[in-house]
Structures are given as structure tokens and as C-alpha cells.
């Protein structure tokens, strides 16, 4: 199956601080690219849509100037939580969508769990 | 309400023994619907796509109601293995390209 990679996967930060995340799908193209967060006993929520060459697309109660999302290359996104605080610390997963003529599959990054002390 | 509801468990079962999970949308213009399996601090992997006609893949079954907006899941023959959170998952469609609502999930534990 398709392979999608996160970096890091562990990150203890101080508060204040920004933080870069980096997702890449390693084995496929995909021009598009979601952005999720997951806090403890609780489901994934989605944060961010990120397109390859153009602007990310936030969902609502997200703050764009927070959470920077670049997604330069078609294998590559990045998400920059800046000025973390510990209200961020959660676990950020990353996914591709993989299209194989109609279908289209959506492939999860491993994770990164973020604790902002 | 959210948009996707699955009673959160836990469930307890004993190996062997066969377990179902149900699920509710809201939105009724939803298109596709899964089933993710996520363990403990790793990602979702998808489980398998549940379609109108209902599907089995193995020990597991699935099922659609969209008159009822319900899904649900069986697994038969439950194994150790099988313990993990099990997400319900609904893709609006549209012009909501590729976006995934999730339910909280359901917490499944298989015990000797």
C-alpha cells in the first residue's frame, strides 16, 4: 500500500516556540493533503486542507496565522504551529489522497504527538 | 449533534464471541462511508469501504442504511488482534473534496 511519513514523530517544546511538522508521501503524488488533530479519548478532527500550489483551506474555529500550512511540492506538506502553547500539545496526523483513475484513497501519516511544556 | 455518532463503549468480549458497532450520520447528502481502525497512539488504517449492498471482507461485515442514516459493523469470531479503537467515518462528497468527518469511536478489547 501507499506509504505516507511524518517528521517527527515526537516533539517536547517550550511554550512560545514554533514547531514544523513535515508530511510526505513517499511513493505517490498527491496534490492534496489533510491536516488532523487529535486530543486525548477523542476523534481526529479535521484542521486544514492543504493544496499543492495555492492555499490552504481551514476549517472553522481554526486559526490560519497559528497554524501555517505549505505545501510546496506534491509530495510534501508542512504544518508550523506557531507560538505553540500547551493547549497545542495533542497529536497532529497528517494524510494524502492517492487518485487511481476514479478512485480515491485517503493514506494517514504514522503522527507526531507535540507536548508544549 | 455531532455529525458522526458511535456509541464510545468500552466493549468487552471474550475471544470467539461476536461483536457489533453501530453508527449514525446527520447529513443525509453524505456519499461514502468506512470503517478506520486506529490502536493505541498510531494513525487510522483504514478497515474497509461500507456500501448499500452491504460487504463482508473475512470475519467482518458491513452494513449501510441510508434511509436511517446507520452503519454498523460486525466481526465474528472475535481474536485478540481484533482489540482497538474503531472509527466510523463519512465522506460528505461534493465540493467537500476528500474531507473525512470521524466518529469519536468505539473502544473494543478481546480477552482470552
Redesign the interface.
Known sequence: GAVVSQHPSRVICKSGTSVKIECRSLDFQAT?M?WYRQFPK?????MA?SNEGSKATYEQGVEKDKFLINHASLTLSTLTVTSAHPEDSS?Y?C?A?RTSGSQ???Y????T?LLVL | RKEVEQDPGPFNVPEGATVAFNCTYSNSASQSFFWYRQDCRKEPKLLMSVYSSGNEDGRFTAQLNRASQYISLLIRDSKLSDSATYLCVVHKGGTSYGKLTFGQGTILTVHP
Open positions: 492534496t489533510f477523542q476523534s481526529l478532527m479535521l486542507t497529536f496526523i494524510s489522497v480515491e484513497t485517503q494517514f501519516g504514522p503522527g504527538r
